[in-house]
């Protein structure tokens, strides 16, 4: 069993009119509790492989869109784009909308990470917008005895007619 | 007007081929797939020229009738293919900025206007250091005469077309060579979607 506190990730894929998104396609990746990737590039790090956590998964939201993971929570890790640079504990995501147009990757963060404020990847968003990344505690989603919860619903652009994928049919 | 504001995009980081990009699905097509057998190579570069060894290329296509495995192609006249799904991922060599895709080609797939165009791939590009996806399209050169009708490349500057149109490898008619230059001088063409 990989080592680290337990956590559920869940919530909704929506568009941008808050309908859910069945059918989509979730993929995610993460260092593990320590602050390491299970990637040859991480292998400079300082901090141990846990040989339980291959920090991968993926899924396909259901009928009402609803996506669910049961993880570690990544630590933190160090990456020298600037002195003391350190990055927040966060996961990739990766989703396969309806349409080229909604392909989206992003990264989810914790809510009240004091680390956010100095993090250039989640600052490179603007701020109106930077709070659409932030996982927050969910005690409705904490199972007793298990694992805490976390709720992020993620909003992706739906179908529409773009000039590089016209719609065909 | 919308109602919820999109969730942000972020890089997609050096480590993405943890969490998507397996090693086989930049092979699309098993032996039972109907279509001629393509291979598409090429490199990744930056706006200096140097590979990038870190990116990330999806695939997107027809099969070789022209038809869409998606629930919008509701175009039954058109049989699709059993394990042709048309979607792949290549991750470039980390040394190289080299990529590999086999696949089939795709048939012609009508413009909003009905009219066919001409066969072409639909590439997503991420990277390390992009804060978005780059979404480009491959076109073929021994499409000429549909390359010239064709409504997405007739919107591209004339000078520019040729940055998405595949250049034929000597010796073998089925291998493609496509390099995706990110920036600077040779830059291809990026869509807005």
């Known amino acids: 069993m990989a080592l680290g506190p337990r956590i559920i990730v869940t919530g909704s894929v929506l568009d941008q009119n808050g309908e859910p998104v069945p059918g989509t396609l979730v993929e995610i990746w993460q260092a593990n509790s320590a602050g390491r990737y299970a990637h040859w590039r991480d292998s400079e790090s300082s901090a141990p492989l846990d040989p339980n956590f291959l920090g991968m998964g993926q899924t396909v939201t259901d009928a009402q869109g ?86 992020w619903d993620i909003v992706i652009r739906g179908r529409m007619a773009t000039p590089t994928d016209p719609e065909v049919g | 007007m919308a109602s919820r504001g999109e969730t942000p995009s972020q890089t997609v980081g050096p480590y993405f081929s943890i969490g998507i990009s397996g090693p086989d699905e930049n092979v699309l097509a098993s032996d039972e797939v109907q ?18 060894g870190d990116a990330l290329i999806e695939v997107w296509q027809a099969n070789s009738l022209g038809r869409y495995r998606h ?95 595949a250049s034929q490898e000597d010796g073998d008619p089925r291998v493609y060579r496509f390099d995706i230059r990110l920036s600077g001088e040779g830059e291809i063409v990026f869509f807005d979607v």
């Open chain 2, 71 to 165: 629930p919008d192609d509701s175009r039954d006249d058109i049989a699709l293919d059993e394990g042709f799904t048309g979607f792949g991922r290549a991750a470039t060599i980390f040394e190289t900025g080299e990529y590999l895709i086999d696949t089939i080609k795709p048939g012609p797939v009508p413009d909003p206007e009905g009219e066919l165009q001409a066969p072409h791939l639909c590439l997503i590009v991420q990277a390390r250091g992009l804060l978005n996806p780059l979404f480009t399209r491959l076109y073929f050169p021994d499409e000429a005469e549909a390359n010239d009708h064709d409504l997405v490349l007739r919107m591209v500057p004339p000078e520019r077309r040729s940055t998405l149109i």
């Open chain 1, 66 to 151: 609803v996506y669910r993971f049961t993880t570690i929570k990544p630590g933190p890790y160090p990456w020298r784009n600037h002195p003391n640079a350190w990055r927040p504990s966060h996961i990739h995501f990766s989703l396969m909308g309806p349409a080229l147009g909604s392909r989206l990757v992003t990264q989810m963060y914790f809510e009240g990470d004091p680390m956010l404020g100095l993090d250039p990847i989640f600052n490179a968003v603007p701020s109106h917008s930077r709070g659409r990344m932030i996982a927050a505690y969910d005690h409705d989603v904490t199972e007793e005895n298990w694992a805490t919860g976390y709720r």
């Open chain 2, 35 to 52: 279509g001629g057998r393509i291979r598409v190579r090429g490199r990744v570069l930056d706006g200096e020229g140097a590979p990038v």
